[in-house]
């Protein structure tokens, strides 16, 4: 039975780390489909942007460490995208539609106030002119803050699991991390993390409850 998160005993947990973008929010992927629809494009155009041409990866991926900031990332996906696709906030206009993830939001708060310090630990897809953390109203939730973008490293390399630790100031064996991306947890399985994959939220969000012995409630729609 899972213990207090104050207490000094050895490998009890005492830390929640969490990614952000289909964890914190809802899956985004139908919400993309539909703004890929609504700006002229095929339903899998933003994806396949994104995932399928190597341009696309190499400037995502350039985004994520801070490389490349959002505005010329915009700029040069949406030359990807099509001629006639405005990348004035592109980044924004296509997440601005995706749901915060609520039950997960309530878990996490649940979990602050039961005595467990909170690490988000993101790779961003930049910051401005479109801040998707504000945009989802999360950012005061936690201790501590790892986004990619900022300390110029993306999961799954080792180090920003590491540095996730050092920050919150806990060993592995005291934390549990939420990811939606099975790839990025085995770097956290080796630092003695305990993992947990979103694919769901009502899962995820159980399962958190019963690790963690707190319950996230049912969060008051505004």
Same mark, same amino acid.
């Given at each position: 039975?899972?213990?207090?998160?104050?207490?000094?005993?050895?490998?009890?947990?005492?830390?929640?780390?969490?990614?952000?973008?289909?964890?914190?929010?809802?899956?985004?992927?139908?919400?993309?489909?539909?703004?890929?629809?609504?700006?002229?494009?095929?339903?899998?155009?933003?994806?396949?942007?994104?995932?399928?041409?190597?341009?696309?990866?190499?400037?995502?991926?350039?985004?994520?460490?801070?490389?490349?900031?959002?505005?010329?990332? /915009?700029?040069?996906? *949406?030359?990807? #995208? +099509?001629?006639?696709?405005?990348? =004035?906030?592109?980044?924004?206009? $296509?997440? !601005?539609?995706?749901?915060?993830?609520?039950?997960?939001?309530?878990?996490?708060?649940?979990?602050?106030?039961?005595?467990?310090?909170?690490?988000?630990?993101?790779?961003?897809?930049?910051?401005?002119?479109?801040?998707?953390?504000?945009?989802?109203?999360?950012?005061?939730?936690?201790?501590?803050?790892?986004?990619?973008?900022?300390?110029?490293?993306?999961?799954?390399?080792?180090?920003?699991?590491?540095?996730?630790?050092?920050?919150?100031?806990?060993?592995?064996?005291?934390?549990?991390?939420?990811?939606?991306?099975?790839? /990025?947890?085995?770097? *956290?399985?080796? #630092? +003695?993390?305990?993992?947990?994959? =979103?694919?769901?939220?009502?899962? $995820?969000? !159980?399962?958190?409850?019963?690790?963690?012995?707190?319950?996230?409630?049912?969060?008051?729609?505004?």
């Amino acid at each position: 039975m899972p213990m207090p998160a104050g207490t000094d005993e050895p490998g009890v947990l005492r830390g929640l780390i969490l990614d952000f973008a289909g964890v914190l929010t809802a899956d985004p992927r139908p919400t993309h489909r539909l703004w890929a629809e609504s700006e002229g494009l095929h339903a899998e155009a933003w994806r396949a942007a994104l995932n399928d041409s190597a341009d696309g990866r190499r400037l995502y991926a350039a985004l994520e460490i801070g490389q490349l900031g959002q505005d010329e990332w /915009n700029v040069q996906t *949406a030359a990807l #995208l +099509g001629t006639h696709i405005d990348p =004035a906030n592109l980044m924004g206009r $296509a997440w !601005s539609k995706v749901p915060a993830a609520q039950r997960m939001a309530a878990l996490a708060r649940a979990a602050k106030e039961a005595g467990y310090r909170l690490a988000l630990l993101s790779n961003s897809f930049g910051l401005e002119p479109f801040n998707p953390y504000e945009h989802v109203g999360i950012w005061d939730l936690f201790d501590v803050h790892v986004i990619s973008e900022v300390v110029g490293m993306a999961k799954p390399d080792p180090a920003i699991y590491q540095l996730t630790l050092d920050r919150i100031g806990l060993p592995g064996t005291e934390c549990v991390f939420v990811d939606d991306h099975p790839v /990025n947890l085995p770097p *956290a399985e080796a #630092l +003695g993390i305990t993992t947990v994959l =979103a694919t769901n939220e009502d899962t $995820a969000v !159980s399962e958190l409850e019963s690790l963690l012995g707190v319950t996230a409630g049912v969060p008051v729609q505004g």
